[in-house]
């Protein structure tokens, strides 16, 4: 891939993503239905690409729905169609997201919390650690295991690297809203929130190595969706002043297993 990954430049949104209360196609950032897909499908691929438009149907069906703005049958029609097989997907692809999304989360915050200085020399590998222990203990919604082994979580970073500046934000804003976390992609101020932590997620991944082993960033330009820098200035959590617990404990394991 020569560079960043973005929407076809000058390419309108198919029309199922359109926003039909005001009748015309919005450009790809601004649409919250098309942010929610490509974290499930982040691949530049036609089968990824498929998946976003069926995923995009269905959100903006319920949407319309819930709005009044289609009825009952039109929008049990519109998700019949595109629901073939979809359930279970996003079950799976939500998971890994998650799983993708804690890791990077986590480091940011043992990087750039005010904490910071406690930890000596943040890793992908304390990360991995912390979100084991953590995946161990947590389920999905539907009770079913996230996943918790260290080759299965490092799948996840890799088959998510392109998206997992968006799966922190929206794991970062869970744990330390700024907004009710429902609200996130259900309104313009929303989406603007969720998509500045994303951005200094993502300024963060771009420009943090380790002190030792491969010194290389969490990811590259090449190898993200990145957000752009219209979408409104970047945001910092409410971090709280002291160090979470399952963070220090984590760690404090961690290094005592690498004495």
Known sequence: MSGPRQPPEGTPAPQSWTTVSEGRQPTYWTNPHWVR????????????????????????????????L??????????NAAVDGLAAVLTETAKRGIVAGDVLFTLYGMAM???????????IGKAIDIVS????????PDQSPLPRSDP??????????????????????H??????????????????????IARSVQAFGLAFTTKHGEQRPVFTAEEIWLVPDNQGPMLIP???????????????SYSARKR
Request: proline letters at 9%; aromatic letters at 10%; charged letters at 25%.
């Open 37 to 68: 897909a490509l974290m499930h499908f982040p691949d530049d691929t036609p089968e990824h690409r498929e998946r976003r438009e069926q995923y995009c149907g269905i959100l903006t069906a319920q949407t319309l729905k819930r709005i009044g």
């Open 70 to 79: 289609l009825g009952e049958a039109e929008s049990r029609a519109v998700i």
């Open 113 to 123: 919390g005010p904490w910071r200085d406690q930890i000596p020399e943040p890793s």
């Open 133 to 140: 222990k953590f995946s161990a203990i947590e389920t999905y």
């Open 152 to 173: 299965t979580i490092r799948a996840c970073i890799s088959n998510f690297r392109a998206v997992a500046h968006l799966w922190a934000a929206f794991r970062l804003h």
């Open 175 to 196: 744990q330390y809203p700024m907004r009710p976390h429902r609200e996130l992609f259900d309104s313009a101020e929303g989406l603007r929130d969720f998509l500045g």
């Open 238 to 252: 409410p971090w709280p002043p002291e160090m979470p617990e399952w963070i220090a404990g984590a760690v404090q």
